[in-house]
Nanobody, 126 residues
């Protein structure tokens, strides 16, 4: 599976961005999909995940109520709608795919994912 993340950019605090993660090489309908981010000087951080069916969504506490993860298996694409952006959301955002089944906790762990995109930069100015 090859993943291509896009949609990042520079936005003012309070603004919105929509990230896309387009998959190729294999259908992602049986994969859990996740978004992670890495801010300068910080470790990789879980942001959001969606299970293979789209019926289970997971978010880190800092983005709950602001970010929405969704998937369109027909388009082989996963999205991250980011609203009410804050300067602390500034990071490189990565999408990932993995054959992860079971509880939500597993989907928050970066080492459970098998495939990663190249990352897209999100910068939020104050």
């Amino acid at each position: 599976v090859q993943l291509q993340a896009s949609g990042g950019g520079l936005v003012q605090a309070g603004g919105s961005l929509r990230l896309s993660c387009a998959a190729s090489g294999r259908a992602i309908s049986s994969y859990a999909m996740g978004w992670f981010r890495r801010a300068p000087g910080k470790d990789r951080e879980f942001v959001a995940a969606i299970n293979w069916s789209g019926g289970n969504l997971d978010y880190t506490d800092s983005v709950k109520g602001r970010f929405i993860i969704s998937r369109d298996n027909a388009k082989n694409t996963v999205y991250l709608q980011m609203n009410s952006l804050k300067p602390e959301d500034t990071a490189v955002y990565y999408c990932a795919a993995g054959r992860i089944y079971g509880n939500s906790w597993s989907r928050t762990l970066w080492n459970k994912y098998d495939y990663w995109g190249q990352g897209t930069q999100v910068t939020v100015s104050s």
